[in-house]
């Protein structure tokens, strides 16, 4: 089928709802959002339910009996319980807000980590890891000792499997796993893993940072013990993300942040937890984040996200293919039918940052660097490369102008060691 095919959602017709998408950069050019993997942008929804809860519902939850804080509580309990039907938990006071996917993952490393983990253990992690899936761990093993493992990348971008029959011992206690890369754009075969991890006895994390926003998630059906994403990369504000546990998991852990709301009594020799979830809850919770969360997450379900990875889909297998055109172009990761909506690539004898700042001259946003995946740039051997990642609202125009940008940016630069690509092609 023709890629300019019709797409099975109406990505120009989703823009009206996002107001900056109308914005020009620096008052001229206008804006080609392709930033996404880094965050998102918010539909009007989102922005009209902080705007509605700052003016008309706010208050500190779960705290007072007067009239404005059982609302605003209501409206947070609400939240939670939207974000537990999305990703199919059983029960709600299996999500726990947290401000992003990073402190999720922190909360499982310190709580469980700290408790279960002894020197003769192992955690299994990969080497497409995000440093928020590397760096818990890291200071976990300097805790207590335990040994790091990691699964290998293929060069092709995609996890060695056939490693996991050395790698998941009677040793392993626990698995950290993202979901889809952020920077291969890799989608993972979660499942299988979480069921191998579960034969020998290991607890599975899933960092669901850049999956949860843009495919179905069905907790349950993954059999994930724990799952961590973020609320500003799926339409919603910054300084709120989830952690889902199971139940008898979290009941079992010891909080991690002390204070208010996470006590069921304090004395001054000690205190006890209070239940589900807010013992993990510690101090005011981002109420208004959470609430606007969950304005993100109904119109998600609006839009339907199995059109929403098809959209990106469409948008990859078309990124790729006006790639492929650029002679010295490098895309790291698997071919578009093995991954979500992001498309990193390197230039052969150009320098990624000239390219970067050519392309924003020209309105076009995309990520330069190592992307918090130090480990994995440094195994593909480049120092960073170039990011372009799509959501909802972009559009197969928006790749076409990207491909022109491109071009006349090539045309431009001084290659280094004055070596030019051998032809940029003609777009159109
Ligand atoms: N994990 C992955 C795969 C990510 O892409 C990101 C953010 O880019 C994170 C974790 C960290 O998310 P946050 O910064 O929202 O905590």
């Avoid at 099975?8 to 950069?25: G, N």
């Avoid at 071919?335 to 970067?356: C, E, R, T």
């Avoid at 090539?410 to 032809?423: T, V």
Wanted: proline share 6%; glycine share 8%; with cysteine.
């Amino acid at each position: 089928m023709p890629l300019d095919d019709i797409l099975p959602l109406d990505a120009h017709a989703l823009r009206a709802d996002f107001p900056i998408l109308q914005t020009r950069v620096r008052d001229e050019t206008p804006l080609v959002y392709f930033d996404n993997a880094a965050t998102t942008q918010r539909p009007r929804a989102v922005i009209d339910a902080i705007t509605a809860a700052y003016e008309r519902q706010y208050s500190n939850v779960h705290r007072g009996i007067h009239w404005l804080s059982e609302l605003s509580t209501g409206l947070f309990e609400d939240a939670r319980t939207a974000v537990q039907r999305f990703i199919r938990a059983e029960r709600s006071c299996e999500i726990i807000f947290t401000p992003g996917t990073t402190a999720s993952i922190n909360l499982v490393a310190r709580s469980w980590g700290d408790a279960n983990l002894r020197a003769s253990d192992e955690v299994l992690l990969t080497e497409m890891e995000h440093h928020s899936n590397l760096v818990p761990w890291h200071q976990l093993a300097q805790r207590t000792g335990c040994r790091l493992r990691f699964l290998p990348v293929t060069p092709n971008g995609l996890l060695d499997l056939t490693a996991l029959d050395e790698l998941l011992t009677e040793r392993t206690r626990f698995v950290s796993v993202v979901a889809v890369s952020n920077v291969l754009g890799t989608i993972n075969p979660i499942k299988t893993i979480i069921a191998r991890a579960h034969q020998v006895g290991a607890l599975v994390l899933v960092d669901a940072a850049q999956s949860v926003p843009h495919d179905a998630t069905d907790v349950r059906d993954l059999d994930a013990d724990f799952l961590a994403f973020s609320g500003h990369k799926m339409l919603g504000p910054s300084g709120v993300g989830v952690l889902y546990g199971r139940e008898k998991l979290l009941d079992a852990m010891p909080p991690f942040l002390g204070g208010g709301s996470m006590i069921d009594r304090v004395t001054l020799d000690g205190f006890t937890s209070a239940d589900l979830p807010e013992k993990f809850e510690a101090g005011t919770p981002p109420i208004v984040p959470a609430i606007a969360m969950a304005a993100a997450v109904h119109y998600l379900e609006a839009v339907g996200l199995a059109a929403v990875s098809a959209h990106e889909r469409r948008l990859t297998e078309k990124m790729h293919a006006v790639l492929s055109r650029f002679d010295g172009v490098r895309i790291l990761g698997p071919d578009p039918g093995l991954k979500g909506g992001i498309v990193s690539f390197v230039i052969d004898g150009f320098n990624a940052q000239d390219v970067a700042m050519m392309l924003d001259e020209q309105g076009v946003a995309v990520r330069l660097g190592h992307h918090c995946a130090m480990p994995l740039h440094a195994k593909l051997g480049v120092s960073a490369s170039l990011r372009a990642s799509f959501y909802l609202y972009n559009t197969l125009d928006e790749i076409d102008r990207f491909a022109e940008a491109l071009q006349s940016a090539l045309r431009m630069l001084k290659p280094k060691g004055g070596k030019r690509p051998a032809s940029v092609p003609a777009v159109g």
